[in-house]
């Protein structure tokens, strides 16, 4: 029996207790048998959680695009490997065979070599959902240079922070970009957002939208005429397992966004893995993941998971409801996609629009059907199964986070019985954890708490770019030698997870996390603003949407209140960007404190969800008499 396909349930449960008897046996096979190594390694792991430290794959010497690329030109050198769908269905799609890839990623990877890029030098792309895109990244990985890519949703704002965090030198970026029927002004995002960063000396430029842009003397170069004088053949760069492959940001629940840093070896070996078992990923098979490579799930299941397979992975350039909401399922029948992974935010969408838009397609093809980003609700769930699975393809939810670097807790389609709202059952190798308030585990079935995991798995972020301490903070020091979640779970009867959401003050606002703590951090900055405080609930579409408390220097301020709600959705849109903006903001003389000053966000939590019956005891506030006023002024 191949530890690496998973066929059956049973087959499943004898490999989830290899795994986790014999951890070390269970990867090492794997990662012999499915990988390119330049040389293998002298020890499979070792860690310790207090540091904390972990090493996968010790000693062992790599290239990942070698992985990616290389080694599937000769059996599959003619199989397209990305396929570019555009905004504008009018445009035809572009297939990118492995051999095409190859020559794009060295040629890519010679200029930058050119720019005087080298091993371990960050890069920042800043590209929207066009090949160049994954191309830089795989250039980049080729020769050893560190990518961070960025959303290009983000502000610039958000952008400088990113590039000034990890000392980026070199801007990958576009003209502009294309969403449904506009266009966005890309580079002149960047242009604002370098204006605060010092250290970057080369900005190259694709050229997408044919946009009136202004190229800085020195500093700004077209791409594309580089690389058609490039040459197509590039030296991997030799990799040590460990070494850093990229850093991706996500929000924390307070202070600036964390640096991730994911390293090759292990990355690899279990992006590669779950992309096989949880897609149930077969030869010829057509992939797709709407996700943009801005996120993790774009990172792991667009570019490295699905390519290490030799797969071929679409990648959609547009919007769900552009030209209209049957998009997806236009893009569907027309590439007889056979695995579809979305974000419950985009079904819950789609499933309120005609179903015309979904029964035109055929959608025969499919075979699995995933989820990722947050928790699905029973009636999304539905709505995807019988409309677009026609009760035929599995759903896999998939819980992962960032931080994981690949998919922990999910269904295996065709082996894992689903359950709607249950990501199910943990992977091969994953080994959760569910934890009272005191730090005690608890164990056996039917418990409720938060989400720790208690072993390594090859694909763990390693630290957190320039501060050790804070990955130490964030991640371990909650529970002792466990990795904290964030996330609070509970486990049935029969051990299925089911994640009951952040525990923390995260909010997931259409599958992005969003940090409270940054955006009152910008609402503060407004002159008329004295303090505010940032709360999720509950929303159709959204999932959660955010509502914002905001308190005046001047009370009884007489200012246009939706006047200065503009203006504050307007800051936050320039400090981290569209994402961020608050659906409802309400103004008030006071916020419910502590005796010690703090905020109670629980307390408004509860009312902006309207839950204004279950609000506890509020006798031990310093200033109860406000709640009451809260309420009463409720939007
Ligand atoms: C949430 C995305 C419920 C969770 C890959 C996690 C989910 C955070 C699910 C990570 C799911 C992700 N069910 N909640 N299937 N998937 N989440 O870093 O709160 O963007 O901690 O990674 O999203 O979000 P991130």
Not at 205 to 227: F, N, Y
Not at 521 to 526: L, P, S
Request: net charge negative; glycine share 6%.
């Amino acid at each position: 029996m191949s530890n690496y396909h998973i066929k059956s349930l049973e087959e499943y449960f004898t490999i989830y207790r290899k795994s986790v008897r014999y951890p070390e046996t269970f990867w090492d096979e794997i990662a012999e048998e499915h990988f390119m190594w330049r040389k293998k390694w002298d020890e499979v792991l070792s860690w310790d959680f207090s540091k904390p430290e972990v090493t996968w794959f010790k000693g062992a010497k790599l290239n990942i695009t070698e992985n990616c690329i290389d080694r599937h030109l000769r059996i599959r050198g003619d199989k397209t490997a990305i396929l570019f769908e555009p905004n504008d269905p009018s445009e035809k799609a572009e297939h990118i065979t492995y051999q095409q890839l190859h020559d794009r990623v060295c040629q890519f990877a010679n200029v930058l070599k050119d720019k005087g890029v080298k091993k371990g030098d960050r890069v920042c792309i800043y590209v929207p959902m066009i090949p160049e895109l994954a191309i830089s990244v795989l250039a980049c990985a080729r020769i050893g240079a560190i990518h961070s890519v960025v959303f290009a949703g983000f502000s610039s704002n958000a952008l400088a922070t990113r590039i000034n965090d990890c000392d980026c030198k070199l801007v990958i970026t576009a003209d502009g970009s294309f969403r449904g029927k506009k266009t966005i002004d890309l580079k002149g995002i960047v242009d604002k957002a370098l204006e605060s960063c010092e250290g970057v000396e080369t900005v190259l430029v694709a050229k997408r939208i044919e946009s009136d842009i202004t190229m800085k003397e020195g500093r700004d170069e077209w791409l594309q005429p580089l690389l058609s004088k490039a040459k197509n053949t590039c030296e991997p760069e030799v990799m040590d397992a460990e070494d850093p492959l990229f850093i991706l940001y996500t929000s924390g629940s307070t202070g600036k966004p964390k640096g991730m840093v994911h390293t090759t070896a292990g990355y690899m070996v279990n992006t590669a893995y779950t992309f096989k078992n949880v897609f149930q990923y077969r030869e010829d098979d057509v992939y797709w993941c709407t996700a943009d490579i801005g996120w993790i799930t774009g990172h792991s299941y667009i570019v490295y998971g699905p390519l290490a397979n030799g797969a071929t992975s679409i990648m959609y350039e547009g919007v769900p409801h552009y030209p209209d909401w049957g998009r997806f399922w236009e893009i569907v029948e027309k590439h007889k996609v056979n695995q579809f992974y979305t974000a419950p935010t985009a079904i819950r969408a789609l499933a309120k629009q005609n179903l015309e838009f979904v029964e035109k397609y055929d959608l025969s093809s499919l075979k699995v059907l995933g989820t990722v980003g947050e928790p699905i609700n029973e009636e999304a769930w539905h709505w995807y199964n019988e409309n677009v699975g026609h009760q035929k393809s599995p759903i896999t939810d998939t819980w992962w986070q960032t931080e994981n670097g690949a998919i922990m807790i999910a269904a295996i389609p065709y082996v894992t019985p689903t359950i709607p709202t249950f990501a199910s059952l943990p992977l091969p190798g994953v080994q959760p954890a569910l934890m009272d308030e005191n730090g005690d585990e608890l164990k056996g079935n039917q418990v409720d708490g938060r989400l720790c995991i208690k072993f390594p798995w090859p694909s763990m972020a390693r630290t957190i770019w320039g501060n050790h301490q804070r990955y130490k903070d964030t991640y371990f020091s909650s529970f002792e030698n466990m990795y904290f979640t964030g996330d609070g779970a509970l486990r049935d009867s029969v051990g299925y997870y089911r994640i009951t959401g952040r525990v923390d003050d995260v909010v997931i606002v259409s599958g992005h996390n969003l940090g409270t703590a940054p955006i009152e951090d910008a609402i503060n900055e407004h002159p008329a603003v004295a303090e505010s405080a940032i709360v999720g609930f509950p929303h159709d579409v959204k999932g959660n949407a955010l509502y914002g408390y905001v308190t005046l220097k001047e009370a009884g301020e007489t200012r246009d209140q939706d006047n200065l709600r503009k203006e504050i959705n307007q800051l936050i849109t320039d400090r981290i960007g569209p994402i961020a903006k608050l659906d409802k903001i309400q103004f008030t003389d006071a916020l419910p404190k502590t005796r010690s000053g703090k905020i109670m966000r629980r307390i408004l939590r509860k009312i902006a969800s309207n839950e204004t019956d279950s609000l506890g005891d509020t006798s031990t506030l310093l200033n109860p008499e406000v709640v009451e006023d809260i309420i009463n002024n409720a939007l």
